[in-house]
């Protein structure tokens, strides 16, 4: 049996994966005429290549508008302000997520109540939205997490019957689709991060997407620093922040565009292939897909852990292992936003707090808290960029630690959890 890397043993892999992000001439030729054109910044907005990208990544999403911005929390932000949140307004959110998400209710003035997830997908659990509703709901903003999507046949009519507004944080989904509908274009207004790990980056960015002609002035409003929208039918006036995005990002995100759907279709092809290897295995299994996904996303493919798998070695220890393998893979990527590091929330720092009855230190997430700390295995799409050799590699570093797994019992588990 081959010595375990982290037991002083060969690796499965010392090649490093597919570089992220692709790139080539086509990226090399619009940056270069965004700088020899002297025209960099967002203003006037949306500027020229931004144009083009609202409407492009509106279409190719299937919405009827799209305003890009500075990045993915602001876009969930403003979403929330063009939808028409007042201070102190609940906004029911998935405790499985990244921290931004619950952040940008804070920055609307809302108030974040957090749901658990539904085991099968991670996602939120329709039934526990539903009971979290109170009089004070406005909004609700459902994640499409990893390479999932929530159940949007679920969420729809509860928000449509008790007059929420849904914001579908589509960080994770670019080129998703539910039932033959893009991500992003179900709810009210899709939210979209353009940051560096994304499926399609501009090394930073957001863009917002909604089929509401008022609530697309809104946002327009909202990013241009108050300044009236183009067409301008509904005259919304607010104070508004500077959250354009620059040229070079819309020209540069127009050129990755053309790349997202070969990519998207090579992920899928190489997660199947994966899962076939990865049937063998006892104690891992990728996430299933609802069929109602009918194009899945691959933002980060998603497995299952069970230790028993793995003679009862703990998710972080295997994980551990299959690092030392050679394989870049995370568990608690993300942690229930209401223990993650980053959610240093101060009650007395936000004034709508001071009527509200949400105590975060009393909320639990089982389903959320277990997929956090003992279950989930994050592999970051770059690893299905490329040939079915990298997909070998995955797979057999896996069977490998399982077949060894009896020798990681001295091995001590990470102390450092999350992704920050
Ligand atoms: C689910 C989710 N929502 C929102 C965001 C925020 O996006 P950004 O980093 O562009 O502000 C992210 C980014 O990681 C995310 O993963």
């Given at each position: 049996m081959a010595r375990l890397a982290i037991k002083g043993g060969k690796p499965i892999r010392t090649k490093p994966f597919p570089g992220w992000p692709e790139f080539g001439e086509e990226e090399k030729k619009v940056l270069m005429l965004v700088l020899q054109g002297r025209n960099w910044g967002g203003y006037p907005s949306p500027n020229t290549y931004a144009k083009i990208l609202n409407e492009r990544f509106a279409a190719f999403q299937g919405a009827r508008y799209g305003v890009a911005c500075a990045n993915g929390t602001v876009s969930l932000e403003v979403a929330l302000k063009a939808g028409g949140l007042r201070p102190g307004d609940e906004v029911i959110v998935p405790a499985y997520t990244w921290v931004g998400t619950a952040a940008a209710v804070l920055f609307a003035q809302g108030v974040p109540v957090f749901v658990d997830s539904d085991p099968a997908n991670y996602c939120m659990d329709p039934k526990a939205f539903e009971a979290a509703i109170t009089s004070r709901t406005s909004a609700v903003i459902p994640v499409h997490l990893g390479m999932e999507m929530a159940d949007m046949d679920a969420i729809l009519p509860v928000a449509r019957r008790r007059q929420l507004f849904v914001i579908e944080d589509c960080a994770h989904a670019h080129g998703a689709q539910w039932k033959g509908l893009g991500a992003g274009s179900l709810g009210a207004f899709g939210s979209f991060s353009m940051q560096s790990?994304?499926?399609?980056?501009?090394?930073e960015g957001g863009m917002i997407l909604t089929s509401n002609e008022e609530f697309y002035e809104r946002c327009q409003t909202l990013i241009n620093c108050g300044r009236p929208s183009?067409?301008?039918?509904?005259k919304y006036r607010s104070i508004g922040h500077n959250h354009r995005m620059t040229e070079f990002q819309t020209a540069l995100l127009l050129a990755q565009l053309g790349r997202l759907p070969e990519q998207t279709e090579r992920r899928l092809k190489n997660a199947r292939l994966l899962a076939q290897k990865l049937e063998?295995?006892?104690?891992i299994r990728p996430l299933s897909w609802d069929a109602r996904i009918t194009r899945p996303a691959i933002y980060h493919y998603l497995l299952r852990y069970d230790p028993s798998g793995f003679g009862g070695t703990h998710r972080d220890v295997f994980l551990r292992s299959l690092r030392a393998e050679g394989i870049p893979a995370e568990g608690a990527f993300y942690e229930p936003v209401y223990r993650a590091?980053?959610?240093?929330?101060?009650?007395?720092?936000?004034?709508?707090?001071?009527?509200?009855?949400?105590?975060?230190?009393?909320?639990?997430c089982p389903v959320a808290e277990k997929a956090a700390y003992e279950e989930s295995v994050w592999l970051h799409h770059s690893l299905l960029l490329g040939d079915a050799n990298d997909v070998r590699d995955i797979a057999e570093a896996i069977a490998k630690i399982q077949a060894s797994a009896g020798e990681l019992a001295d091995v001590s588990r990470p102390t450092q959890t999350g992704s920050f």
């Open positions: 790990s994304k499926l399609l980056t501009a090394g183009p067409t301008d039918r509904y063998g295995i006892t104690g590091p980053l959610w240093d929330f101060r009650r007395e720092n936000f004034a709508v707090f001071a009527g509200s009855q949400v105590d975060y230190s009393k909320v639990r």
